[in-house]
């Protein structure tokens, strides 16, 4: 059974600061795994999709690695600012149920101006 | 606007009383998911849907209920509700879904609805 880890917890960062959030994974057997940021009152927003083919993505002053056989996933904020504080949530498709997503606890991010 | 949209986003109910969440995208989405999100456990599907009258449940089914009449739409129905079912609600949609030859592609999540059930 598929499982996601996340690590850390939570995260408290001065305004600025470039940080790396980590997501592990148990089965690399996986279609593609995507990064989500969950705001509090709010839904979930696809931040990062990257397929298990592709090493790693970016957007802005986002990037994604993935290194599927090692389970692991590093999602890569630069210059953080406050308005980045959110839950980052790293959810993998597995090749066993191509039909849902597996989710990871989450990250709490934090940053302080 | 391309959106999932869910009502309501609040409610507060009593134990057996039937009542139905909605959910609704605009985007022609082929596939619609339902989640719920509690502490500690993090978020679990509870039923999906490859496209219009085709169901399947995902992890935690059991005292739920889906249909898909219509592209658009994908109700959840909770026949009678019990405070274990209190929790934080997630209704999501993607272009495809599995069957049509690839993976899930990327995911648009509604606002949520926090239910609690006395």
């Known amino acids: 059974k598929q499982e996601v880890t996340q690590i850390p917890a939570a995260l408290s960062v001065p305004e600025g600061e470039n940080l790396v959030l980590n997501c592990s994974f148990t089965?690399?057997?996986?279609?593609?795994l995507q990064w989500f940021r969950q705001d509090p009152g709010k839904g979930l927003t696809s931040l990062l999709l990257?397929?298990?083919?592709?090493r790693e993505q970016t957007s802005g002053r986002l990037n994604a690695s993935l290194d599927k056989s090692s389970g692991r996933s590093t999602l890569y904020i630069a210059a953080s600012q406050p308005g980045d504080s959110a839950t980052y949530l790293c959810a993998v498709v597995p090749m066993e149920y191509g039909n849902k997503l597996v989710f990871g606890a989450g990250t709490i991010l934090r940053v302080k101006s | 606007e391309a959106q999932v949209t869910q009502n309501p986003r609040y409610l507060i109910t009593v134990t057996g009383k039937k009542l139905t969440v909605t959910c609704s995208q605009n985007?022609?989405?082929?596939?619609m998911s339902w989640y719920r999100q509690d502490p500690g456990l993090g978020l679990r599907q509870i039923y999906y849907?490859?496209?219009?009258?085709?169901?399947d449940k995902g992890d935690v089914p059991e005292g739920y209920k889906v249909s898909r009449k219509e592209k658009r739409n994908f109700p959840l129905i909770l026949e009678s509700p019990s405070p274990n079912q209190t929790s934080l609600y997630f209704c999501a949609s993607s272009l495809f879904g599995w069957a049509s030859g690839g993976a899930l592609d990327t995911q648009y999540f509604g606002p949520g609805t926090r239910l609690t059930v006395l």
């Open positions: 990257i397929q298990s083919s592709q």
């Open positions: 089965d690399s057997a996986i279609y593609n």
């Open positions: 849907s490859m496209n219009v009258e085709v169901t």
């Open positions: 985007m022609n989405h082929e596939y």
